[in-house]
């Protein structure tokens, strides 16, 4: 079954400290690996975007890996700020459809 | 803002009733999407359009019936629907499906509550 699991389910760091969040897919045909922010209320807005040959892409401070080997990706935050308080939503594009299929997010908070 | 907008934001309806809802994309893409977004649950594909043509229909219940008129415009009308259908109800757009690094454009959503 092509299905997304992502961890933790929810974190809470301080302001200016760095954190991971972790996916796991298991998609197959696979084709790339998204990353979303999704602000409470609001529709995701994509990160990165990463094709299996790909290892490591950075938006500003996101930093999203890829190990297409293991199947495992992460999204590496640095110097955090409040307004990165949001869902984070792991997205692997394939299966026999090649739909977008997603995790269930990672709820960021960042406290001052 | 990415280009795609729903409205309403907000509705609330009784289960008798009947309500539309509205996605218009000004980016030109010749895909639409529609998604449920249910409280601690993944995104669930509902229905997808390319060229204006119905492609998917990922066994939603009838009380849903989508409608494409041309390629900027989607709708989702909605009738005899269920407290369990409560939810964020996003639009997405793209050129093509979404495969390579092509972009899926999600709108804001309209968060529907069924009393």
């Known amino acids: 079954k092509n299905q997304v699991e992502q961890s933790p389910q929810s974190l809470i760091i301080l302001e200016g400290k760095n954190c991971t969040l972790q996916?796991?897919?298991?998609?197959?045909?696979?084709?790339?690996l998204r990353w979303y922010k999704q602000d409470t209320g609001r529709g995701p807005v994509s990160l990165t975007i990463m094709t299996f040959s790909e290892n490591t892409k950075s938006n500003g401070r996101y930093t999203a890996t890829l190990d297409a080997d293991t199947k495992q990706s992460s999204l590496h935050i640095t110097a955090s700020q409040l307004s990165d308080s949001a869902s984070y939503i792991c997205v692997a594009h394939g299966g026999s459809q090649g739909n977008l299929i997603f995790g269930k997010g990672t709820k960021l908070s960042v406290k001052p | 803002e990415t280009g795609v907008t729903q409205t309403p934001r907000h509705l609330v309806m009784g289960m008798t009733n009947k309500k539309s809802l509205k996605c218009e994309q000004h980016?030109?893409?010749?895909?639409m999407y529609w998604y449920k977004q249910s409280a601690k649950k993944p995104l669930e594909l509902m229905f997808v359009y390319s060229l204006e043509e119905r492609v998917e229909n990922n066994s939603v219940p009838s009380r849903f019936s989508p409608e494409c008129p041309n390629s900027s415009h989607l709708f989702l009308h909605l009738h005899t629907l269920q407290p369990e259908d409560s939810a964020l109800y996003l639009c997405a757009s793209s050129q093509d499906r979404p495969q390579g690094e092509i972009e899926a454009f999600f709108g804001q959503g309209t968060r529907l509550t069924v009393v």
């Open positions: 980016l030109g893409h010749n895909a």
């Open positions: 996916c796991n897919y298991t998609v197959s045909p696979f084709s790339n």
